[in-house]
């Protein structure tokens, strides 16, 4: 059985590196191949690494309330890099000022996003989620 390939890493001009850092290492000790992008990474850095390893999923972390600005046409770029089947999931403080997360869920399932978490995301729930989405699509 192929060890599935994630990408993980924090979304444009964010510097917040821990929950990367955990992120990466949970899904790493649960049995993926981890790429860490680290902290500050432009979105097609994302692409151009998930091609490159053939990825099956692109992690990002954001908690500085910046992310839609970041990710807008994220999917679409990656579509154009032949990642069409590519997951998509993001988390962390997605927008600024006081809000109801489940706006953000919408906006960024909206901008083409399989999966969408608050700060408080519980691991092992993210780590089943991919685990099931990727055997959904017949990735594992």
């Not at 902290?39 to 992310?67: H, K």
């Amino acid at each position: 059985m192929k060890q599935p390939t994630i990408i993980t890493g924090t979304v444009g001009m964010d510097a917040h590196v821990i929950g990367t850092k955990i992120l990466s290492r949970a899904f790493r000790e649960a049995g993926f191949n981890v790429v860490e992008l680290g902290i500050m990474t432009p979105p097609e850095e994302f692409i151009q690494v998930a091609v490159e390893t053939n990825a099956d999923a692109i992690l990002m972390s954001s908690l500085y309330g910046m992310a839609e600005l970041d990710v807008r046409g994220f999917k679409e770029k990656c579509v154009e890099a032949g990642l069409n089947d590519v997951l998509l999931y993001i988390g962390g403080i997605l927008g600024v000022g006081k809000h109801d997360f489940k706006d953000d869920e919408v906006k960024f399932k909206a901008l083409g996003f399989d999966r969408v978490y608050p700060p408080e995301a519980d691991l092992k729930a993210a780590i089943a989620d991919l685990k099931n989405d990727l055997k959904a699509r017949g990735r594992t």
